[in-house]
């Protein structure tokens, strides 16, 4: 047995999502089967749908930020019941046994994690050899890979917590931001103001670092102490060797080296953005004091959890735009001239009309 499923999907790099309908498979012992309420659009969507990481396979369904309800739960399933409210995020399988695995970490799993869409469907159970992600009515997800949303946190809002929430809340909690710490979150966009709302909330002195003035200002309402704009030299050189922590979430490629001079000795800078190459990468100011650079991807499934009941405890959720289905294109090509503050999120109800 199959469930059909009515989604948005593209079948080429260049062509518009459309109207598409697939199979689900039934819930097997362990699985949860979610009707899909919302759903974030990540800009990693709109770069695999378009084919620029060069790994798509056609048909495809984008949307790995999802909200739904629990509709039906296999005989196995002791942690959801009907009703539930609940999310799915990037990942829906790993292997399980790796020491990643074990360790909560399936976003490194040693022998790769199957990714929400556009992944090898391991588990199977219908036609299709990929994953088909959350521009749906329905998701069939194994438990492990289910996490529960708070009560309080507006479903919508949070849609976009298990992509760009995970991404920025996993380096900054590894890297024990907290009281005392100056922050630098540099870049203002989907995954941008959300480090600055974490930085916040964890006690740290926060500051924006972009390019724009208009930005800044954003940024201090949703919660920076500071902005320190990157193209002011000045501004620049006196910030030198004064940050504890740098969240660089631009992506596209650029000079790290100025961003790196602001840190403290021993400070760390942490790359989010999905940023395929950087174009200057100097040692001296990493030697010099003892500086590090490094990299971070979303979260595991325990550390996602986590996040979720960190937002629901300070009410922390994304600043978001809704739209109806039939509005994705648009939305896709609003998100890449940044034209958002700062996440799109689709309500899957105008999906039936």
Known sequence: MTIHVHSYATHS?????????????????SDVAIDILYCGICHSDIHSARNEWGWTQYP?????????????VGNEVNQYKVGDLVGVGCLVDSCGHC????????????????????GEDKIGGTPHRLTFGGYSEKITVDEHFVLRIPDNLDPAAAAPLLCAG?????????????????????????LGHMGVKFAHAMGAYVVMITTSPE??????????????????AQMMAAAHNSFD?????????HDVDPYMALLKRDGTMVIVG??????????????????????????????????????????????????????????????????????FVIDMASLKS
């Open 60 to 72: 495809f369904v984008p949307g790995h930020e999802i909200i739904g309800r629990v509709c039906a």
């Open 99 to 118: 020491d990643s695995c074990n360790d909560g970490l399936e976003q490194y799993c040693n022998n790769g994690f199957t990714g929400t869409y556009g």
């Open 166 to 190: 995970i991404t920025t809340y996993s380096p900054l909690k590894h890297w024990k931001v907290g009281a005392g710490q100056k922050v630098g979150i540099i870049g203002l966009g989907g």
């Open 13 to 29: 790099a260049t062509s518009e999502l459309v109207p598409f309908v697939f199979e689900r498979r039934d819930p097997r012992p």
């Open 215 to 232: 930005k800044g200002a954003d940024a201090q309402k949703l919660g920076a102490n500071e902005v320190l704009l990157s193209k002011d």
């Open 245 to 253: 922590f740098l969240l660089n979430t631009i992506p596209v490629g």
């Open 274 to 343: 999905a940023v395929e190459s950087l174009t200057q990468v100097s040692g001296i100011p990493l030697i010099f004091r003892r500086r590090s650079l490094a990299g971070s991807l979303i979260g595991g499934l325990p550390e996602t959890q986590e996040m979720l009941d960190f937002c629901g405890q300070h009410n922390i959720t994304c600043d978001i735009e809704m739209i109806a289905m039939k509005d994705v294109n648009h939305a896709y090509d609003r998100t890449v001239k940044s034209d958002v503050k700062y996440r």
